[in-house]
């Protein structure tokens, strides 16, 4: 069903996809263009994680700057109380395999660059795969799904990725870090290179293959060598053999604002007692980002949004 409850500044809305916990649209926005606006899933909406997992993307998202990942718009309430947000489309299709070794290598590039730029940020995309990526009929590349970015050195909470390119360390529980990216772009690369993964099987089985199997390689891909080595420290060899360079994130750690799932307590009780929320902070501190926050939590949650 077409989401006729988005603003009117939303058009030619076409579905592209469909996941457990969201849906997304292409559509023409009156000012930003040709735009894909991803909406919670209704079935989530009265979920308080769900919800906030929604809005975390878009809180990633908002403000970055980086080669070949779609930036941000906007993000709102429907007239239903649906939490969207609204970024530049990335027109095309996933990759299919197998590939010719130069198509290929040129994918990783770019994949490669959208990565350091991600780490440079201070993110680990933490989902990298085939139907994360997008490639438009010119050759263009785009890295999509932030759903599982997180902040370089975060705690890994529980089960989070597509195991089929699961680094060995993040089956073991290590925090998030750039070498496991680096090994999903080695898994994605033996994949489109041979029409199927490296590791194949579930559960323990493939946690094992991964930490032990050595999958022969492509003579004519020597750079998957050093991407899928159970070492971490080796992975970023393979980068700076496909020309790219590794960035450190180069400041300090991203903080996630709001706190998860965000306290609004006080600011409910002020409000109800016919006071008033001031959020003062420098420029680029993240009040924008608390807001938006603010107002898509409270709607999952069923309690009203003031502006």
Request: cysteine-free; overall charge negative.
């Amino acid at each position: 069903m077409t989401p006729t409850h988005l603003p009117a500044s939303y058009t030619d809305l076409a579905p592209i996809a469909r996941g457990a916990f969201g849906e997304v649209w292409r559509a023409r926005h009156e000012a930003f263009g040709p735009v894909a606006v991803k909406l919670l899933a209704p079935d989530q909406g009265g979920d308080p994680e769900a919800a906030w997992r929604f809005g975390q993307e878009f809180r990633r998202l908002q403000g970055l700057a980086v080669p070949h990942v779609p930036r941000a718009h906007e993000a709102g309430l429907s007239a239903d109380g649906t939490p969207y947000f609204a970024m530049a489309l990335a027109p095309g299709r996933s990759p299919e395999g197998p590939l010719p070794a130069a198509q290929v290598r040129a994918l990783l590039v770019a994949l490669a660059e959208a990565l350091a730029g991600l780490h440079a940020a201070g993110l680990t995309h933490g989902d990298l795969k085939r139907e994360n990526v997008v490639v438009a009929d010119d050759g263009a590349v785009a890295l999509v799904d932030l759903a599982l970015a997180m902040p370089i050195g975060a705690a890994r909470e529980g089960f989070a990725g597509t195991p089929a390119y699961l680094a060995p360390e993040a089956w073991r529980g290590a925090a998030h870090a750039p070498a496991a990216d680096w090994y999903a772009l080695g898994v994605l690369g033996y994949w489109l290179a041979t029409g199927h993964p490296p590791f194949e099987g579930a559960g323990a089985t493939l946690a094992r293959a991964h930490a032990q199997d050595l999958p022969t390689l492509p003579a004519d891909l020597p750079e998957l060598a050093a991407l899928l080595a159970k070492d971490p420290a080796r992975r970023a060899a393979g980068v700076a053999a496909l020309g790219v360079t590794p960035r450190p994130f180069a400041g300090l750690q991203p903080v996630d604002l709001p706190p998860r799932p965000l306290d609004d307590a006080p600011w409910h009780a002020a409000l109800a007692g016919g006071g008033s929320v001031w959020l003062v902070g420098l420029e680029g501190g993240g009040k924008t980002r608390t807001l938006d926050a603010w107002r898509l939590d409270a709607a999952a949650a069923g309690r009203a949004w003031l502006a």
